[in-house]
């Protein structure tokens, strides 16, 4: 595996995957990312598990300033698209709490900058599961989310950030046409912003108390 000359971070392992946070405002919008940073991090993206290991899964990065903006009206146009639709998953959201108006505010700022963002990574994985059942969305779906995530914990660990998003993908097709993705075969996963982040010290994420959610042996 390519080794570049970066400093990993001083993180313990469970540092590393209990403070790999979702980064929006604290996304470097000045200083370059190299590449081989980027190729590097996806070499240990791509060690994750995937069914048959078949690795069905292209990595499109975006770093030419034109073709970013163009990617980033999409991810705007998806999100006007999102708050336009009435059965959108996010329409029971209290978001008068201070939790939800702190990621609101957080989420409008990258849809606002993310044309400056240094690079986007659009990974697909081969397949549609448009009319699939439950075992082949969740075999191709479980083929390429772990690998996404071993990438933004390479970032992390190199004192780099992104954020996981999904909304563009009320726009898939356009995106897949900026792109030159056949839609009909592969299927987008999502847009990932690549930047240096601005400090390295994150913290845990507010999470709900396990013991609530914990079922040993059963639901009941
Ligand atoms: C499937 C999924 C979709 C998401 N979509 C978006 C998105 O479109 N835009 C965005 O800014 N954040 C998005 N997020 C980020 C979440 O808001 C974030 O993970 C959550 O607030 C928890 O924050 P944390 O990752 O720092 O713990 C998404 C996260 C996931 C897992």
Redesign the pocket.
């Known amino acids: 595996m390519a080794r570049n000359d970066v400093d990993l971070l001083d993180l313990s392992l469970d540092e590393l995957l209990t403070t790999?946070?979702?980064?929006?405002k604290r996304l470097d919008l000045t200083r370059p990312v190299p590449r081989a940073l980027i190729t590097e991090c996806l070499e240990i993206a791509v060690q994750a598990p995937n069914g048959s290991n078949q690795q069905r899964w292209n990595w499109h990065v975006v770093d030419e300033p034109d073709l970013r903006a163009e990617v980033a009206e999409v991810?705007r146009s998806?999100?006007s698209g999102?708050q336009a639709d009435p059965n959108r998953a996010t329409r029971d959201i209290d978001y008068s709490t201070e939790e939800q108006q702190r990621?609101a505010s957080?989420?409008a700022y990258?849809?606002d900058h993310l044309h400056k963002v240094p690079a986007l990574l659009i990974p697909t994985v081969g397949g549609r599961m448009d009319e699939a059942d439950i075992f082949l969305q969740a075999s191709v779906w479980g083929s390429i989310l772990p690998a996404v995530w071993n990438f933004m914990l390479a970032l992390r660990a190199r004192g780099l950030g992104s954020?996981?998003?999904?909304?563009?993908l009320h726009k898939e097709a356009e995106m897949a046409e900026l792109l030159g993705i056949d839609a009909a075969k592969h299927t987008q996963v999502?847009?990932f912003p690549i930047a240096y982040t601005v400090g390295t010290e994150f913290g845990a994420?507010?999470?709900q108390d396990l013991a609530d959610l914990i079922r040993w042996n059963g639901a009941g």
Do not use: P, Q
Not at 163 to 168: C, D, E, N, Q, R
């Open positions: 790999t946070r979702t980064v929006r991810y998806g999100m999102h990621i957080s989420v990258l849809r954020a996981w998003t999904t909304i563009h999502g847009l994420g507010a999470r």
